[in-house]
């Protein structure tokens, strides 16, 4: 089965930018999708086809995906932006896959 | 304005059945795959399952952990999907979202439900 890593933890200062990582084999071959979830709150998709953004979300989320890493980038982050992050792939053997998620903490 | 609802969670007993309907609006339902994904507590997400649209089908694919358990199935003309769960285990504890998607893959999950809880315990 495909497996998503994720650093369990990123700490950032406020105005500065978080960087989430996710691992997978030949990742860059996929598309990958990010999900925020607040506490108590569903998950909200941020960025999906590896780089592109609902209407809606701020320009400061951004994402990227090469070789077995995909990453989702926060500019500027804010103490709203405090949430876990998850990655997400299709696999065409594992069907939906989730990455274990990331809690981004604003210092 | 999306909205997607689900209900039917609460609490059952080992070995048990339960049934969760997620009830769409806002949108074309017919047009959509829906998916199930759950998340058991203080844990990250695990896709369930999910049907594709009419177009693509309609037909199902399921995560391995609910495979034989699990059917979700769609009534496009109320706009709602379900998933019965059937010979729940303790391990089927969490909370159920129900996402809409797109295509053959169903995916991205663009809108999200609230969540219903599931408790699965003796």
């Known amino acids: 089965s495909y497996v998503l890593t994720q650093p369990p933890s990123v700490s950032v200062a406020p105005g500065q930018t978080a960087r989430i990582t996710c691992g997978g084999n030949?990742?860059?071959?996929?598309?990958v999708h990010w999900y925020q979830q607040k506490p108590g709150q569903a998950p909200v998709l941020v960025v999906y086809?590896?780089?592109d953004r609902p209407s809606g979300i701020p320009e400061r989320f951004s994402g990227s995906n090469s070789g077995n890493t995909a990453t989702l980038t926060i500019s500027r982050v804010e103490a709203g932006d405090e949430a876990d992050y998850y990655c997400?792939?299709?696999?065409?053997?594992?069907?939906?896959?989730f990455g274990g998620g990331t809690k981004l903490t604003v210092l | 304005e999306v909205q997607l609802v689900e209900s039917g969670g609460g609490l059952v007993q080992p070995g048990r059945s339960l049934r969760l309907s997620c009830t769409a609006s806002?949108?074309?339902?017919?047009?959509?795959?829906m998916s199930w994904v759950r998340q058991a507590p203080g844990k990250g997400l695990e896709w369930v399952g999910f049907?594709?649209?009419?177009?693509?089908?309609?037909?199902?694919e399921y995560a391995a952990s609910v495979k034989g358990r699990f059917t979700i199935s769609r009534d496009d003309s109320k706009s709602i999907a379900y998933l019965q769960m059937n010979s729940l285990k303790t391990e089927d504890t969490a909370v159920y979202y129900c996402?809409?998607?797109?295509?053959?893959?169903?995916?991205?999950?663009?809108?999200w439900g609230q969540g219903t809880l599931v408790t699965v315990s003796s």
């Open positions: 806002g949108f074309t339902f017919g047009d959509y795959a």
């Open positions: 996402t809409r998607g797109r295509g053959a893959t169903g995916g991205p999950f663009d809108y």
């Open positions: 030949n990742i860059g071959s996929k598309s």
């Open positions: 049907i594709r649209s009419k177009a693509y089908g309609g037909t199902t």
């Open positions: 997400q792939v299709w696999d065409s053997s594992s069907d939906w896959v």
């Open positions: 086809d590896d780089s």
